[in-house]
């Protein structure tokens, strides 16, 4: 039987909800009123908090600092059209948050605390889930190790937190991307499949030198050959090849998408084929040579689906796309919508009502 773990409130008295402009609201910088707080010792769960939002003290030896032990979570709640509150998929998150927690030695965070502290705190929150359309409240939960000690050891303390932060529509250009064939993001036996910071960390530089010579983002090659393709900056990547949904298998240094699960779904029931395999860079040049290669995206939480205007498959090799031609790309993207929307029924149960 699942243990219980009793959630206590403590309510702000100093609400910001009203003098917060839900106008023009940028990504992750606004913050609702409260955060929940969970604190790991002595094997286990001891301390489940909603809390006022604020500053956390932490000890300057905490392991989060100097060896990295931190991973998170990004998933979205909306005001649909019937007018109730919704979280989609936070189940496949929570596994992933697991998951990535069992790969940096954290302790996993149970159901209860991050399902059922999820909805308390949004239940709190509630006045700060946007209604405006395309806008929703970005949850973020994350982990940090806050035990303080300097040995390169798993820590024996923890605290699981859960923030969130009501944002506007993503309006994203179509992107330019280029193959990155120096940096690498993740390698086989690595940690590529966890959401932790430090795989974030390290990614920083390939895409400041991208930006530096006029690209959006990278799309990630696995190391040393720099040949077979791994995934978009921060979102999984999708090609349609003569019709059919070509996408990288997850084969350990990918993040297993939400998004990425979400597409191959939709797609599934519309009639189309999927192949989840190791796709080179020469497979798109001939693809694209012949004609065949006709759309490519991004998929992740926050643009759902991110379409790739420009991709740079070698120097001097570029392909340019034309997004507006994205037939399979608009399906997707209207389908996942009316799901998320309530405009048709939501066979796969996605939605949780909050
Ligand atoms: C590295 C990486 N890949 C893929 C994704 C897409 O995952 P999801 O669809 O669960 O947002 C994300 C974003 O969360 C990511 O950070």
Redesign the pocket.
């Known amino acids: 039987m699942a243990e219980e773990y009793k959630i206590d409130v403590i309510k702000t008295e100093n609400s910001k909800l009203k003098s917060t402009s839900f106008d023009n609201l940028p990504f992750g910088k606004v913050f609702t009123d409260h955060m929940l707080v969970a604190d790991y010792a002595n094997g286990k769960w001891e301390k489940v908090q909603i809390l006022p939002y604020g500053p956390i003290t932490l000890d300057p030896a905490a392991t989060v600092f100097h060896y990295g032990q931190e991973i998170f979570e ?1 998933i979205k709640a909306f005001h649909n059209q019937d007018g109730n509150d919704y979280i989609f998929r936070p189940d ?2 929570w596994e ?1 948050f697991n998951k990535s927690a069992v790969g940096l030695c954290m302790p996993e965070v149970p159901e209860e605390i991050f399902i059922g502290g999820l909805k308390k705190l949004i239940e709190v929150d509630r006045g700060w889930i946007p209604t405006a359309p395309e806008h929703s409240l970005y949850i973020r939960p994350f982990m940090i190790a806050s035990q303080a000690f300097l040995g390169v050891h798993p820590a024996k303390e923890y605290k699981f937190i859960i923030i969130l932060s009501p944002s506007g529509p993503y309006f994203g250009k179509p992107a330019a991307i280029r193959i990155e064939r120096h940096f690498t ?1 993740s390698a086989k036996g690595g940690v590529g499949y966890s ?1 932790n910071g430090g ?2 960390a390290a990614s920083l530089k390939a895409v400041e030198q991208a930006e530096k010579d006029g690209y959006d983002q990278v799309l990630w090659t696995a190391p040393n050959e720099h040949k077979y393709i791994q ?1 978009v ?4 990547v999708m090609f349609i090849i003569d019709n059919v949904a070509v996408t990288p298998e997850l084969d350990g240094t ?9 597409v191959i779904t939709v797609l599934k029931d519309l009639g189309y084929s999927v192949e989840e395999r190791p796709i080179s860079i020469d497979e798109l040049a001939e693809a694209h040579k012949a004609g065949k290669l006709t759309e490519a995206f991004g ?4 643009a759902v689906i991110s379409p790739i205007g420009k991709l740079e498959l070698s120097e001097g090799n570029i392909i340019n796309f034309d997004v507006e031609k994205f037939e399979i790309a608009k399906k997707i993207k209207a389908t996942l919508d009316d799901i998320r929307l309530g405009r048709v029924v939501d066979t796969h149960n996605w939605l949780v009502k909050i």
């Open positions: 990004g496949k998150n992933r993001r959401k795989n974030y995934e900056g921060a979102m999984n990918i993040l297993n998408g939400v998004t990425r699960n979400s998929t992740g939480t926050a």
